[in-house]
T-cell receptor
Framework: EAGVAQSPRYKIIEKRQSVAFWCNPISGHATLYWYQQILGQGPKLLIQFQNNGVVDDSQLPKDRFSAERLKGVDSTLKIQPAKLEDSAVYLC?????????????FGDGTRLSIL | GNSVTQMEGPVTLSEEAFLTINCTYTATGYPSLFWYVQYPGEGLQLLLKATKADDKGSNKGFEATYRKETTSFHLEKGSVQVSDSAVYFCALSGADSNYQLIWGAGTKLIIKP
């Protein structure tokens, strides 16, 4: 089966600019996650979708970050305006339906550098 | 709340050495436990998992046993290779964290030839 696809792989922008990331989960996976991974740390969950509804966005900085999953398939994560502390790898993951015994499948991530 | 604690890295070993990376957790009930691996420049890959007490997860020569009595899920491998160099993350998923993954901080493993 095809894995989780993310694009772009790398992005360099200046602070206060905007940026968007795209994720296509594994076919048939209802649950989609966006994580932020700062260098040397574990992933931090930003938002979790179940189909096209938001399950948890409690750690999403909503003043600058937004995410959507139209039609319950692929998803975009946007940052506007970007800050220096947003430099990180943004990982997308999916699982069949979010049950606790189901592993999450990760994409290769988008490495974002803010100048 | 739920939490995962891993041994700090980096862990540096010679090829063919025995590996142990410690992981302990705090959770109510019976969470599922996972080890993920992250190779340089790549996303996270599931290495192995265990969903109930005394289960042993295994993959690619790595093993970890779900120990409820010691709340541990230590990762072991009998003979490491240079290609095992990566960052290893322990994680749990349980009902009281809405089945979201709770992550350890990661342990960087460096294998020298």
């Amino acid at each position: 089966e095809a894995g989780v696809a993310q694009s772009p792989r790398y992005k360099i922008i200046e602070k206060r600019q905007s940026v968007a990331f795209w994720c296509n989960p594994i076919s048939g996976h209802a649950t989609l996650y966006w994580y932020q991974q700062i260098l040397g740390q574990g992933p931090k969950l930003l938002i979790q979708f179940q189909n096209n509804g938001v399950v948890d966005d409690s750690q999403l900085p909503k003043d600058r970050f937004s995410a959507e999953r139209l039609k319950g398939v692929d998803s975009t994560l946007k940052i506007q305006p970007a800050k220096l502390e947003d430099s990180a790898v943004y990982l997308c993951a999916s699982s069949p339906d979010g049950r606790e015994d189901q592993p999450q499948h990760f994409g290769d991530g988008t490495r974002l550098s803010i100048l | 709340g739920n939490s995962v604690t891993q041994m700090e890295g980096p862990v540096t070993l010679s090829e063919e050495a025995f590996l142990t990376i410690n992981c302990t957790y705090t959770a109510t009930g019976y969470p599922s436990l996972f080890w993920y691996v992250q190779y340089p420049g790549e996303g996270l890959q599931l290495l192995l998992k265990a969903t109930k007490a005394d289960d042993k997860g295994s993959n690619k020569g790595f093993e970890a046993t779900y120990r409820k009595e010691t709340t541990s899920f230590h990762l072991e491998k009998g003979s490491v290779q240079v290609s095992d160099s990566a960052v290893y993350f322990c994680a749990l998923s349980g009902a009281d964290s809405n089945y979201q993954l709770i992550w350890g901080a990661g342990t960087k493993l460096i294998i020298k030839p």
